[in-house]
């Protein structure tokens, strides 16, 4: 098994790599390579840990690192190459990140030492400290992250805005940002969302409210005039103030470190850029609030969570001797405005978490059938219907986020 892990990762490749860490002279002299843990898991790829021993001059070293490569299921390689992630993701690192890190030398970003035709090469963040505390959706389930994780997570968001502010990314990589990789790349995003609404959203609002209105405005989830209104939610808009999105930005993608003596988060970095995105940058916060909050969290605490991110890139923008021409009331106003992008987070996507087999759970791969599934809009009406009836949570939620589209 361990010699069949290594085919998956070129020695040519680990060698220049550990030059990258240790300098030019450092010379390769045998490597290992493990398969990821669930903390570093990604849903389009393939994560690898590899350890290497090198020599530089009389002085050995060990050190590790993370290769991220294509998947292993067909399902989702189907979905990686519509969607163009890998190439993406490259893009990213290769063209964006340095004028990022030169904009902000603490930027909260997983370095990239490599990058090869749908091969990546990053830090290992789990050997300087950091962890994941949500390692699959399901994890959402119980009460994982509070008020402290949630804050971390939006002010690290702000600093990665702040540190692209001033860069027309459009401009600057057409080639990268002129579609959205979610939703233009490819319609299975669509199409999953089209499923969802009609196995899970639509067959509780019947079962629940019983009501034409109701039924109607879960159903208009599915239509063409929704699926457009996110979709250019998604673009660049020219009131607001556009910054590189990451895309992706809830728990899953972001590593924490914590004071080992309290226990209070001290630090986030990012990670998996797949869909990263040219927008204002209340489409991260809202994809991130929508997906890793209850909605009673939501409401009690959204104000303080939207200060808590303004204050924070208004200070670093300062830092970065940018100055602002926008308000905390337009700010406010632009984030009520995409209400359609959150609910789709809210209605649609969170469902996932409360479905029985719908995920992996710990360390279990990904199988197959669960993609598939995941794809098909879950496991069919009778499973929505069952879970709403017996899990008091996800009733609670569904019942809120029906509410929230038909108040919409």
């Not at 020695?11 to 990258?20: G, T």
């Not at 490259?90 to 990058?115: N, Q, S």
């Not at 998604?234 to 809830?250: A, E, M, R, T």
């Not at 916060?285 to 939501?298: A, G, Q, S």
Request: one cysteine or more.
């Amino acid at each position: 098994m361990a010699e069949e892990m290594r085919t998956l990762v070129a020695q040519e490749d680990v060698a220049a790599v550990a030059k990258c860490i240790h300098g030019p002279d450092a010379e390769l002299l045998e490597y290992e390579v493990e398969k990821g843990t669930a903390t570093v898991q990604g849903f389009l790829s393939q994560i690898l840990r590899v350890v290497i021993k090198v020599q530089v001059g009389e002085q050995n070293f060990t050190s590790k690192f993370v290769a991220k490569r294509p998947p292993n299921l067909e399902s989702q390689m189907k979905m990686v190459n519509e969607f163009g992630v890998f190439k993406h993701e490259i893009g990213i690192f290769e063209r964006c990140a340095p004028i990022l890190w030169k904009t902000c030398a603490d930027l909260p970003m997983v370095r990239c030492y490599l990058t090869k035709e749908n091969l990546i090469y990053m830090e290992d963040l789990k050997e300087k400290g950091f962890v994941a505390l949500i390692q699959s959706v399901v994890d959402l389930r119980e009460d994982v992250l509070t008020i402290e994780h949630i804050k971390m997570g939006i002010r690290t968001l702000a600093k990665f805005h702040a540190a692209s502010v001033g860069v027309n990314w459009l401009e600057e990589f057409p080639d990268i940002f002129t579609e959205d990789v979610m939703f233009e790349k490819s319609d299975i995003m669509k199409n999953v969302i089209k499923q969802c609404v009609k196995k899970i959203v639509v067959p509780i609002t019947k079962h629940h409210f019983n009501d034409e209105k109701f039924v109607k405005s879960s159903e208009w989830l599915a239509s063409e005039e929704y699926l457009k209104i996110v979709t250019e939610i998604c673009k660049p808009h020219p009131k607001f103030l556009n910054v590189l999105c990451h895309g992706d930005s809830w728990a899953n993608n972001m590593m924490f470190k914590f004071d080992p003596e309290t226990g209070n988060p001290l630090e986030i970095k990012l990670i998996d850029f797949q869909i990263s995105r040219y927008a204002p940058g209340n489409r991260d916060l809202m994809y991130f609030i929508y997906v890793c909050c209850t909605p009673d969290f939501r409401k009690n605490y959204e104000k303080e969570l939207l200060n808590t991110y303004w204050s924070f890139f208004t200070e670093e923008c300062s830092r970065q001797h940018f100055e602002l021409t926008h308000t905390w009331e337009q700010f406010c106003d632009d984030f009520d405005s995409i209400r359609p992008f959150g609910l789709m987070m809210s209605a649609i996507m969170r469902p996932g978490i409360f479905m029985d087999g719908a995920f992996p759970e710990g360390e279990e791969e990904l199988t197959d059938e669960q993609f598939q599934t995941m794809m098909d809009g879950g496991s069919g009406e009778e499973q929505a219907i069952m879970t709403f009836k017996n899990n008091p949570k996800f009733r609670a939620e569904m019942i809120s986020a029906i509410e929230e589209v038909a108040e919409l």
